[in-house]
């Protein structure tokens, strides 16, 4: 009733919920019946409704008058849970491509290995005498690995436990531990030409390459 009205009383709306409860009454009650439906009965529950309406906010007294003022919107807590979810999901996405861009940066970095290491390959066969004075051992490292950097002069500290799972260095001066994927960085082979980029990754892909990656096919020429 105060929804249909916009603005009413308490006595209005009381007196038609009043009237319509006493029709539908007066059409089940047969003559001499006491009704179905008390009046003062009626007036304290509608007054009971009211005062619970106005105590969630939904209408408004203003001395006699009641307004009302809408159902409770949870729009806002809504809008705040879309945003916590689409942050967390940009997050996601964030660190996704970035995992990504590493893959494709070590894709690329393993390819121009594989290049390198065919390439000293064919000029080792050249160098049969420097070949044969190496073992083959001495000649390969195996991936991963990483490397430690410190000063000639630092006395180093290495205990290794009995079954070989754990190393320990102890340093007497700053070191520097880098990667294989660093030494590798470090070397230049993570970079590509755009057109070694096409053949390498689908078309789907290349939007994702860093440009860390690409390296500009002017001018350069393997170093290798």
Not at 110 to 135: F, P, W
Not at 191 to 200: F, K, S, V, Y
């Amino acid at each position: 009733k105060v929804e249909e009205k916009g603005q009413t009383t308490y006595n209005e709306v009381a007196d038609e919920l009043v009237a319509e409860f006493l029709s539908v009454g007066n059409q089940h009650t047969k003559p001499g019946e006491k009704p179905a439906f008390d009046e003062k009965n009626i007036r304290r529950r509608v007054y009971d409704a009211l005062n619970v309406l106005m105590a969630m906010d939904i209408i408004s007294k203003e001395k006699k008058d009641i307004r009302w003022k809408g159902l409770p919107s949870n729009a806002q807590h809504d809008l705040e849970g879309l945003e916590r979810d689409k942050a967390r999901l940009e997050r996601n996405i964030k660190k996704k491509r970035e995992q990504l861009e590493q893959i494709i940066e070590q894709q690329v970095t393993y390819m121009n290995l594989v290049k390198r290491n065919q390439a000293r390959e064919v000029d080792g066969q050249e160098k049969t005498q420097y070949v044969d004075s190496i073992s083959e051992g001495d000649t390969k490292i195996a991936l991963p690995f990483i490397v430690i950097n410190t000063h000639h002069e630092t006395y180093i500290q290495c205990e290794m436990t009995e079954d070989r799972a754990e190393v320990k260095f102890r340093f007497s001066a700053p070191f520097e531990i880098n990667d294989d994927n660093e030494i590798l960085k470090r070397l230049g082979l993570h970079q590509a030409d755009d057109e070694t980029l096409q053949r390498l990754f689908p078309q789907k892909l290349l939007d994702y390459v860093p440009a860390s990656v690409r390296k500009s096919s002017e001018g350069t020429h393997e170093s290798w």
